[in-house]
Every structure is written in structure tokens, then in C-alpha cells.
């Protein structure tokens, strides 16, 4: 009987360390190099754009943190550090303007304390973005609206000093804010966000070349999108 029971014990041990091996070899295989396979997709002629004379896009840088290569793409090194800038980026339109992302908040600090401490890294605090529209003359209030490229926390921590200026964001994009998943935690300690909601019509959206298309149209509409996809 105590045979049995021993020669039991070795299979199911022999079975979890090559399960272990198995899950740390997987493990291990996601950060080795590979090739992202990029599907063609034909655009043809762009459309000419004629932005107002008086249009401007402007950097707002508000700080930097730092990850180790390997962290950040697939075959990267760990003795590499990549250093990530937070920025906002402001579109000053004569119908009004628009911020994309809000980059680091005053408050940044304790924002970092909502998120896992695995996903906190040394970061580098700069002018939040609040701040440098002031020197520009610019009040929350005189934003249009704010579109954040997706709810992270270095995307969205600023909407913390920005009060009730209209946050758009698509139906994906509020569902995915909704379910209070991991990522989400800033965006969701804030409370009061007037959100905006807004769809595509359909079809490709180029980035930047398509913003100086398609702004005059969502300042006159507040719905229709712009610059990213």
C-alpha cells in the first residue's frame, strides 16, 4: 500500500513540474523576438486637406517614466531601459480647441498608487498639462472637449485637474471603461466624467492627415471623429 501511495506521489509531482516547465518555457517564449504580421490595407489617393490658416497642433509634454525593453516590446532586452513620454496634445482650431490624452496630472503620485504595484515604474514629473494651457491663456473651460487615444493611466491622468470638460470616447472604448477591468483604475476614480460618446461613420481613418480633414466638422458637431482609429 505505501508503494502504491509513494509510486502515486512521484507521477503527480512528475506531472505538476513538467506542467511548471511547460507554463515557464510558454512564459519565456512571449519575449523572444517576433515578426507582427501587418495586414495590407490600399488607401489610395488621400484627399487634400486645407486646414484654417490659423490652426495649430502643439506638444504638451507633462513626463517621462521608464520600463525595461523587454517590458515593452517582444524581444527586448532587460538591460535596456525605454524611457515613455506622457504627453497631451493640444489641436487650437477657430472653432474651438481639443486635447488628445491629458498626459501626467498634478496629482499624478497618487494615481500611481491605483495601479498594480507590478505595473508602477520610475517616472519623471513635468508641467501638467492644465498648467501650460494656462500660459497659453487657455481654460479647461475653453476646451471643446478632451479625447483620450484609449483609458491608461498616462493617458488619462490629467482629466483629474481638467473639471467637466466633455471626455469622447466611442461605445469599445466606454464598454471597456465600464467593466472597471485592469487599466481602468484611474479613469474610474474620477468621479463626475461628462462623457461624450461618438461613433464612425465607417471606413479608414489615416491619423494626422485625416485630423485636418475632418476637425471642422466634429467642432461643428461634436460627434463626428477625427485622427485615430
Given amino acids: 500500500m505505501a508503494r502504491k501511495l509513494r509510486s502515486a506521489i512521484v507521477k503527480v509531482s512528475g506531472g505538476l513540474v513538467t506542467v511548471i516547465v511547460l507554463a515557464i518555457t ?29 490652426m495649430s497642433v502643439s506638444a504638451l509634454p507633462t513626463g517621462t517614466y521608464e520600463t525595461a525593453a523587454a517590458l515593452a516590446f517582444r524581444g527586448g532586452s532587460w538591460r535596456d ?9 493640444l489641436v487650437h482650431h477657430p472653432k474651438g480647441n481639443l486635447l488628445v490624452d491629458t498626459g501626467f496630472a498634478k496629482n499624478i503620485e497618487e494615481h500611481l498608487k491605483l ?22 491663456g487657455i481654460l479647461p473651460s475653453a476646451l471643446a472637449g478632451v479625447i483620450p487615444t484609449h483609458a491608461h493611466w498616462d493617458h488619462v491622468s490629467g482629466l483629474d485637474d481638467l473639471g467637466g470638460v466633455p471626455v469622447m470616447v466611442n461605445a469599445q472604448g466606454k464598454r471597456w471603461i465600464d467593466t472597471n477591468a485592469k ?12 462623457y461624450k460618446p461618438y461613433d464612425f461613420e465607417g471606413g479608414p481613418y489615416l491619423g494626422l492627415v485625416m485630423a485636418q480633414l ?9 460627434q463626428t471623429p477625427w485622427w485615430f482609429s
Avoid: C, W, Y
Avoid at 524611457?83 to 497631451?88: D, E, I, P
Avoid at 487599466?183 to 461628462?194: A, K
Fill in 26 to 54: 510558454g512564459l519565456m517564449l512571449t519575449f523572444s523576438a517576433a515578426t507582427l504580421d501587418v495586414a495590407h490595407v490600399e488607401v489610395g489617393a488621400l484627399p487634400s486637406a486645407s486646414p484654417p490658416a490659423d
Fill in 81 to 89: 531601459t525605454r524611457h515613455f513620454a506622457s504627453t497631451a496634445v
Fill in 115 to 136: 495601479i498594480p504595484s507590478i505595473q508602477r515604474s520610475p517616472h519623471s514629473k513635468g508641467v501638467p498639462a492644465v498648467d501650460q494651457l494656462a500660459s497659453g
Fill in 183 to 194: 487599466g481602468t483604475e484611474v479613469i474610474n476614480s474620477f468621479r463626475g466624467v461628462n
Fill in 214 to 222: 475632418s476637425l471642422s466638422r466634429l467642432l461643428d458637431t461634436r
